[in-house]
């Protein structure tokens, strides 16, 4: 409801109310949204950097919105976060993830990486929730790399990761997703069940320019050899050209993710061009 006195930054800004309500129905749409199904999930490879290969496709969630058309997950996953809808609505992607992995499988094993919201991470199912789940695909666990943020692990105590360590001894992959961006204290990786840092994209940008920033590639090479070091692989997003990529394998990343290899993708697209069989 607007105020009677009227607003002069409304004036200004007249997209700002029509933005504010649409989150708020956004918001409240949200349950009926997962019900009638009108969420879906695009896919994007992983490349291993040594030869080029599909290593993987990290599952992205989108919003095919009867009114407002696609929306891409930064428009309603924070919405979800704050309602509490991530739960059924995370479970519901890990579960068509992991079924979609399984149909993949038939041609050729395939890993997916689906992102997990703190809510999630904190929920008291996640355990026995993912473990339904990869047992009824008939899915090895060692096929699911879940991302997590480090900002979403940092300050939890020991009890709180506990469930992340459970899911890790089970042979599920850890990524630590967005990594360099937070206020990471380095010394925290050695208390984190993760297998792999996702090196945030702003890296991947300061590559890009000729020449590339001296602070990123030193970055860049410091992550790579103390991850390295504490058996950790690390995964670049972001990457968007020839060039990046060649720098980026030079400074000795593993795996590599970017619109130079391809955009996110329907399963079929996805499968068509990255599954054999
Ligand atoms: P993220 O996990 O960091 O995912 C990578 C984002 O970068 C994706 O945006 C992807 O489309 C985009 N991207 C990939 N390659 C390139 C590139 O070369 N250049 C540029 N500029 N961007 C690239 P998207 O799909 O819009 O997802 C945004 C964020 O939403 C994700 O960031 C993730 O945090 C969240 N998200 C997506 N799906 C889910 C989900 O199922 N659950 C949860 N909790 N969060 C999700
Ligand atoms: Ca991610
Ligand atoms: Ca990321
Ligand atoms: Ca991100």
């Known amino acids: 409801a ?16 029509a933005r504010a309500i649409d989150r708020h129905s956004l918001t409240n749409h949200l349950p009926a949204a997962l019900e009638r199904d009108e969420f879906f999930l695009e896919y994007q490879p992983l490349i ?10 990290e599952a992205l969630v989108r919003w095919e919105h009867p009114v407002h058309g696609r929306l891409g997950p930064d428009r309603f996953i924070p919405l979800a976060e704050h309602t509490g809808l ?15 992995a399984c149909d993949w499988a038939a041609g050729q ?71 360099g961006t937070g206020y990471s204290n380095l010394a925290n990786l050695r208390r984190l ?16 320019r000729h020449p590339a920033d001296p602070v990123d590639v030193t970055f860049v090479e410091g ?21 990046q990529a060649a720098q980026l394998r030079d400074l000795g990343c593993d795996t590599a993710q970017g619109w130079y290899y391809a955009r996110p993708s329907s399963a079929a697209e996805f499968a068509q061009e990255w599954v054999e069989g």
Request: with cysteine; net charge negative.
């Open 109 to 179: 094993p395939m890993r997916v990486n689906v992102n997990l919201s703190p809510r999630q991470l904190h929920h008291p199912d996640l355990v026995p929730d993912t473990i339904a789940v990869l047992e009824a695909a008939g899915v090895e666990p060692s096929s699911l790399c879940l991302e997590v943020t480090e900002s979403a692990l940092i300050g939890a105590d020991e009890d709180e990761l506990k469930p992340l360590w459970q899911l890790a001894e089970m042979g599920v992959d850890i990524a630590l997703d967005d990594f």
């Open 2 to 17: 607007k105020d009677a006195g009227g607003n002069r930054y409304e004036l200004a800004d007249p997209d700002s109310d």
């Open 86 to 100: 991530i739960v059924p609505l995370g479970r519901w992607v890990l579960e068509q993830a992991v079924r979609q």
């Open 193 to 208: 069940p993760a297998t792999t840092l996702k090196l945030d994209r702003s890296f991947t940008q300061g590559l890009q």
């Open 223 to 243: 992550i790579v050899s103390l991850a390295h070091a504490l058996g950790l692989a690390v995964t670049v997003e972001g990457v968007e050209t020839e060039h």
């Open 48 to 57: 291993r950097m040594s030869d080029g290969r599909v290593d993987g496709a």
